[in-house]
């Protein structure tokens, strides 16, 4: 079966500009989590959802972070008013349920480079 | 603030010989610690996991062990082979709020040579 999918794979955009990352779950799996993994770091957590709604955004670093799940499926981060800061991999992954022991299964994630 | 803190940042190993990385966490309420590994242009993968009620877990040539006290764990690769070169992250989840995001450590370059 398909593991959790991302796209795009690479994204190059100016400083400034709008951008929209898309994540498709694991077929099923109810919980969603989006992480950013900076160069030589481990993955930081943003945000979660559990169906359609965002159970925790704690980890969104300011208000230019956005992210949807309005079907319980697929999910968009979107981010406004990109800054070079905010250039590394964006990670999706998705678990069947929302549990402290539940799998989550990564996709392969987007890079962001921002100019 | 770094809740899990992940030694050593790289290590170079011989096939065959084992493999250790170590980590240390602050946060008593975490009740779950994944390790997880990383390919070049992948997402990182669960490769095995503990909870705290257990000193010791092993799955094939991975052992975890955890030292509760000392909030310490480890993981140990036996025999390692040339395909086990990969990033490595320990992680820990749940919290005072029973949430389930994972932190993770900086991550370990594990290179094994022939």
């Known amino acids: 079966g398909a593991g959790v999918s991302q796209t795009p794979s690479n994204k190059v955009t100016e400083k400034g500009k709008y951008v929209e990352l898309r994540c498709d779950p694991i077929?099923?799996?109810?919980?969603l989590y989006w992480y950013r993994q900076s160069l030589g770091q481990g993955p930081e957590f943003l945000i979660y959802?559990?169906?359609?709604?965002?159970?925790?955004d704690s980890g969104l670093p300011n208000d230019r972070f956005f992210a949807v799940r309005p079907e319980g499926s697929v999910s968009t981060l979107k981010i406004q008013r990109t800054e070079r800061g905010d250039s590394a991999v964006y990670l999706c992954?998705?678990?069947?349920?929302?549990?402290?022991?539940?799998?989550?299964?990564f996709g392969p994630g987007t890079r962001l480079l921002v100019l | 603030q770094q809740q899990v803190k992940q030694s050593p940042q790289s290590l170079i190993v011989q096939k065959g010989g084992i493999s250790i990385i170590n980590c240390a966490y602050e946060?008593?309420?975490?009740?779950?610690f994944p390790w997880y590994q990383q390919f070049p242009g992948k997402g990182p993968a669960l490769l095995i996991a503990?909870?705290?009620?257990?000193s010791e877990k092993k799955e094939g040539r991975f052992t975890i062990s955890f030292n509760k006290s000392a909030k310490q764990f480890s993981l140990h690769i036996m025999d390692s082979q040339p395909g086990d070169s990969a990033t490595y992250f320990c992680?820990?989840?749940?919290?005072?709020?029973?949430?389930?995001?994972?932190?993770f450590g900086t991550g370990t370059r594990l290179t094994i040579i022939p």
């Open positions: 946060n008593t309420a975490f009740d779950y």
């Open positions: 959802f559990q169906g359609t709604g965002a159970a925790d």
């Open positions: 077929s099923g799996h109810t919980a």
């Open positions: 992954a998705s678990s069947l349920i929302a549990g402290v022991q539940e799998t989550q299964y």
């Open positions: 503990i909870r705290p009620d257990v």
């Open positions: 992680a820990a989840t749940g919290d005072d709020f029973g949430n389930e995001k994972l932190t």
